[in-house]
């Protein structure tokens, strides 16, 4: 149980273009899901943080107008990353939380890749 | 000072070995401490978690809190080939539902 699916998997865009991203809470409701970016040999950063149905709490020096977060529903999460530029080129992984339990209740997708050449 | 830090490596050992990966931590509210395993380019997998301080042990891999040192370890005994991943610690002051604080990472390599 407790899976959450990322689609897709990887993707290269022009620069100055929008892409977007989705997460899944595939067998559970996900009440707080989680964006994370990752650079190389770098940690996760949390990005922004979104309850369903309300508006993402953004992380300070995150662009909150370039990162679009959409939780429209408890089993799904979007991010649009909007006039990409290869300085976005990294690693981002959602994570979903059912809002239950511990912090450690938190489970995560596979991540996506983005390419902005 | 970062809120948590954690040696990159990388940590190269030979296959049987005992490693031991640490995090330290500078914010005392924190009351939630995981360990998670990533392979390349793979979202991160929860290991074990401990509540507060003390220890816990999962078949090959004891996770250990000192909270009045702020420090954090994770132990994998007989280490495998299969073992080699980087291995990131993450914290949490609250219950679910909120963001984690994740370490650097460990690059672990097992040779056989």
Same mark, same amino acid.
């Given at each position: %149980?407790?899976?959450?699916?990322?689609?897709?998997?990887?993707?290269?865009?022009?620069?100055?273009?929008?892409?977007?991203?989705?997460?899944?809470?595939?067998?559970?409701?996900?009440?707080?899901?989680?964006?994370?970016?990752?650079?190389?040999?770098?940690?996760?950063?949390?990005?922004?943080?979104?309850?369903? %149905?309300?508006?993402?709490?953004?992380?300070?020096?995150?662009?909150?107008?370039?990162?679009?977060?959409?939780?429209?529903?408890?089993?799904?999460?979007?991010?649009?990353?909007?006039?990409?530029?290869?300085?976005?080129?990294?690693?981002?992984?959602?994570?979903?939380?059912?809002?239950?339990?511990?912090?450690?209740?938190?489970?995560?997708?596979?991540?996506?890749?983005?390419?902005?050449? | 000072?970062?809120?948590?830090?954690?040696?990159?490596?990388?940590?190269?050992?030979?296959?049987?070995?005992?490693?031991?990966?640490?995090?330290?931590?500078?914010?005392?509210?924190?009351?939630?401490?995981?360990?998670?395993?990533?392979?390349?380019?793979?979202?991160?997998?929860?290991?074990?978690?401990?509540?507060?301080?003390?220890?816990?042990?999962?078949?090959?891999?004891?996770?250990?809190?000192?909270?009045?040192?702020?420090?954090?370890?994770?132990?994998?005994?007989?280490?495998?080939?299969?073992?080699?991943?980087?291995?990131?610690?993450?914290?949490?002051?609250?219950?679910?539902?909120?963001?984690?604080?994740?370490?650097?990472?460990?690059?672990?390599?097992?040779?056989?």
């Amino acid at each position: %149980g407790a899976v959450v699916s990322q689609h897709p998997s990887w993707v290269i865009c022009k620069s100055g273009t929008s892409v977007k991203i989705e997460c899944r809470s595939l067998d559970f409701q996900a009440t707080t899901m989680f964006w994370y970016r990752q650079f190389p040999k770098q940690s996760l950063m949390l990005m922004a943080t979104s309850n369903e %149905g309300s508006k993402a709490t953004y992380e300070q020096g995150v662009e909150k107008d370039k990162f679009l977060i959409n939780h429209a529903s408890l089993t799904l999460s979007t991010l649009t990353v909007t006039s990409a530029h290869p300085e976005d080129s990294s690693f981002y992984i959602c994570s979903a939380s059912p809002g239950q339990g511990g912090a450690y209740e938190q489970y995560f997708g596979p991540g996506t890749r983005l390419t902005v050449t | 000072q970062k809120e948590v830090e954690q040696d990159p490596g990388p940590l190269s050992v030979p296959e049987g070995a005992i490693v031991s990966l640490n995090c330290t931590y500078s914010n005392s509210a924190f009351q939630y401490f995981m360990w998670y395993r990533q392979y390349s380019r793979k979202g991160p997998e929860l290991l074990m978690y401990t509540y507060s301080s003390g220890n816990k042990e999962d078949g090959r891999f004891t996770a250990q809190v000192d909270k009045s040192s702020k420090y954090i370890s994770l132990f994998i005994r007989d280490s495998q080939p299969s073992d080699s991943a980087t291995y990131l610690c993450a914290m949490s002051r609250n219950q679910a539902g909120t963001a984690l604080i994740f370490g650097k990472g460990t690059t672990l390599s097992v040779s056989s």
